[in-house]
């Protein structure tokens, strides 16, 4: 993984800061299949909350943000938890073009998160190396329990306090994120390497 500029005494220690801006929610889908699902139409939405029929749809289409007081509102008349309307999915889908850019110091190195930023249980890191490009002369830790490195193409070698192994295309390595270690790639090719971290360091909620 790239260097952090957050160190520590003997090997230091990163968090993981996604940088790209977090947007709006989008909350019309949800509500327009709670309605359908509770058998009211527009007509009868707007009847119960008073608000326009047109503005009904505009929300459901997410052309319009309701106020606070609208959306508790609306919530009380589909029997909706106002949390629920902000509720992660279960099934995400994160498109590496709109994946956001991390940068965490590498050298190098542009890296991607992969897995949604609120999601605690794991944390998906894509990082694509230039010829040479390494994590730093330092050994540094990671804050979590389980470390996964998969080469998926090119070769990388990472070297531990005690040990250094060398990785190639289809290789993977899993080790303790605390475990002090680094890496570099070789300097005559590039390499991409996806990062597996358990649970994540950084969820993205806060």
């Known amino acids: 993984m790239p260097r952090s500029r957050h160190e520590t005494r003997g090997a230091d220690v990163r968090p993981l800061h996604p940088s790209a801006d977090v947007g709006g929610t989008p909350i019309g889908a949800k509500l327009r299949s709670t309605r359908i699902a509770q058998g009211l139409t527009l007509a009868q939405v707007a009847e119960a909350t008073g608000l326009s029929k047109g503005f009904l749809s505009r929300l459901e289409r997410d052309e319009t943000s309701p106020s606070v007081a609208t959306l508790v509102q609306l919530c009380q008349v589909l029997s909706l938890p106002v949390g629920a309307l902000f509720a992660e999915p279960e099934i995400q889908h994160v498109r590496r073009g709109d994946a956001p850019r991390i940068n965490l110091g590498g050298v190098h190195v542009e890296e991607h998160l992969m897995s949604p930023r609120g999601e605690e249980r794991v944390q998906l890191l894509r990082s694509s190396l230039e010829p040479g490009a390494h994590g730093g002369t330092d050994l540094y830790t990671v804050n979590c329990d389980v470390e996964v490195m998969h080469?998926?193409?090119g070769t990388v070698t990472v070297r531990f306090a005690d040990r250094t192994v060398r990785l190639e295309s289809g290789d993977a390595l899993t080790f303790p994120g605390r475990e002090p270690h680094t890496w570099t790639a070789d300097d005559d090719a590039?390499?991409?390497?996806?990062?597996?971290?358990?649970?994540?360091?950084?969820?993205?909620?806060?």
């Open 151 to 153: 080469v998926i193409s």
């Open 190 to 206: 590039p390499a991409e390497v996806a990062w597996v971290l358990v649970p994540a360091p950084w969820s993205g909620s806060a």
